[in-house]
């Protein structure tokens, strides 16, 4: 049997267990002959992030920020308001004080 990927014929054959192909020692690994196998695995493991595991994830994660999210805005907005009326009162102190 010759090696499917580079055409030697070695003493010593590799079958790869995901495609059942026939390699040398120095293809005998997935990664270094392309193996359809680990395409197909890397395929079906993109598709159990898409529909499961990071999706419910990421939606929880939504649904624990969004909550204190809105209401440390409206927090800021009272802090600018009051920082806002601080500013109007040192605006009108400052007045006072040139008037005098
Ligand atoms: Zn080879
Ligand atoms: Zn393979």
């Known amino acids: 049997m ?5 055409g030697r ?5 590799y079958n790869c267990s995901r495609c059942g192909r026939t390699f040398c020692v120095n293809h005998r690994l997935p990664e270094s002959h392309d193996c359809p196998g680990l395409e197909l695995q ?3 493991r993109a598709d159990r992030r898409a ?9 929880q994660e ?3 920020t969004d909550p204190p999210g ?3 805005s409206s927090a800021i907005r ?3 308001q009051i920082v806002l009326v ?6 009108i102190g400052a007045l006072a004080w040139t008037l005098i």
């Open 2 to 6: 010759k090696c499917q990927a580079c």
């Open 51 to 59: 529909d499961g595991e990071e999706v419910p994830w990421f939606s």
């Open 62 to 64: 939504v649904d624990l």
């Open 70 to 72: 809105r209401s440390s």
């Open 86 to 91: 601080l500013f109007i009162l040192a605006v």
């Open 42 to 44: 890397k395929a079906q």
């Open 78 to 80: 009272t802090v600018a």
């Open 9 to 13: 014929s070695d003493s010593m054959e």
